[in-house]
């Protein structure tokens, strides 16, 4: 099956800076990356998709690129607030069959 | 429109036993996946149903299973509960398999606590 790596598991950055995360994929290129944002003790929540066609994709403060040359997605939070301190998991596609998802990367913003 | 609802929220038991958990998708969603996630393996896929059939399986034991009733609404069970198996468990429904940019919405999980 697919894999999915985020090469941090925590990452602390300081309020007001740009937070970047990254999610590298093995094997074949994903149709689509999805973004989810987890708080503790709760399910994940959809952020943003990213289509293989696509450089880049914005949403208010998020913006996430996809370099298929690279097999890397990056996920940035700009001008980052406490409220963004959560685990932000990364997924692809298993062959159209599920989801598989990356292990997290748990993003401290500090004040 | 309400969200996807898991029961219960929390539960334990111990080694040996056997559990059944709930499900219910968003209104008009017709495809549930179940996860299991836990600090060192982190979300993994167990089981997709669509139109009461189990579409995908991910790579658990026979131990779990699952199933979805005709108002889309699903269960899982897991029998024979070993240690390993404390985990939150979660659902997520979706409009229907197979579309290619399907977002997921996430249930709040059901901790299980085996002791």
């Known amino acids: 099956s697919q894999k999915i790596e985020q090469n941090s598991e925590a990452l602390n950055i300081q309020e007001g800076k740009t937070a970047t995360l990254t999610c590298n994929y093995t094997?074949?290129?994903?149709?689509?990356l999805q973004w989810y944002r987890q708080d503790p003790g709760r399910g994940p929540v959809f952020l943003l998709l990213?289509?293989?066609?696509?450089k880049e994709k914005r949403k208010e403060r998020l913006k996430v690129t996809f370099d298929t040359t690279l097999k890397q997605s990056l996920f940035h939070i700009t001008a980052s607030q406490p409220a963004d301190s959560a685990t932000y998991l990364c997924?692809?596609?298993?062959?159209?069959?599920?989801?598989?998802f990356g292990p997290g990367t748990r993003l401290s913003v500090l004040p | 429109k309400a969200g996807v609802t898991q029961t219960p929220r929390y539960l334990i038991k111990t080694r040996g036993q056997q559990v059944t958990l709930s499900c219910s998708p968003i209104s008009g969603h017709r495809s549930v996946s179940w996860y299991q996630q836990t600090p060192g393996q982190g979300l993994q896929f167990l089981f997709e149903y669509f139109s009461e059939t189990q579409r995908n399986k991910g790579n658990f034991p026979g131990r779990f299973s699952g199933r979805q009733f005709s108002n889309s609404r699903s269960e899982m069970n897991v029998s024979t509960l070993e240690l390993g198996d404390s985990a939150l468990y979660l659902c997520?429904?979706?409009?229907?398999?197979?579309?290619?940019?399907?977002?997921?919405?996430f249930g709040p999980g059901t901790r299980l606590t085996v002791l």
């Open positions: 094997n074949y290129s994903p149709a689509y």
């Open positions: 997520a429904s979706s409009l229907a398999p197979g579309q290619q940019y399907n977002e997921q919405f």
């Open positions: 997924a692809r596609d298993n062959y159209g069959q599920n989801f598989v």
């Open positions: 990213i289509r293989e066609n696509e």
